[in-house]
Nanobody, 119 residues
């Protein structure tokens, strides 16, 4: 069964960096746009970033623009989210998903990885 599996979350201090990975198994998703989303405690899940299947187009939420970078390695069937200059408000469960560029919506969700940023 095809699935997306996130990893790389953890507890860090404000200003630190983390790199999340989203590995696909069971089938290749190289032809699909992919996205990262997050959900903070007590809040709805929100869009973070997306990347076109070809890797040549990206989209970011204003709150992370300039600090986060989404990338992909289609040969490895993996999408990454490099997060720099982390802030306490970046705390939440981060999910990867299939997406369609510019819709800022996801489908076929992974199980999520927790990111906690302390002040």
């Amino acid at each position: 069964q095809a699935q997306l599996v996130e990893s790389g979350g953890g507890l860090v201090q404000a200003g630190d960096s983390l790199r999340l990975s989203c590995a696909a198994s069971g089938r290749t998703f190289s032809g699909y746009d992919r996205g990262w989303f997050r959900q903070a405690p007590g809040k709805e899940r929100e869009f973070v970033a997306a990347i076109r299947w070809s890797g040549d187009t990206t989209d970011y939420a204003d709150s992370v623009k300039g600090r986060f970078t989404i990338s992909r390695d289609n040969a490895a069937n993996t999408v990454y989210l490099q997060m720099n200059s982390l802030k306490p408000e970046d705390t939440g469960v981060y999910y990867c998903a299939l997406s369609t560029m510019w819709t800022r919506r996801g489908r076929s969700w992974g199980q999520g990885t927790q990111v906690t940023v302390s002040s």
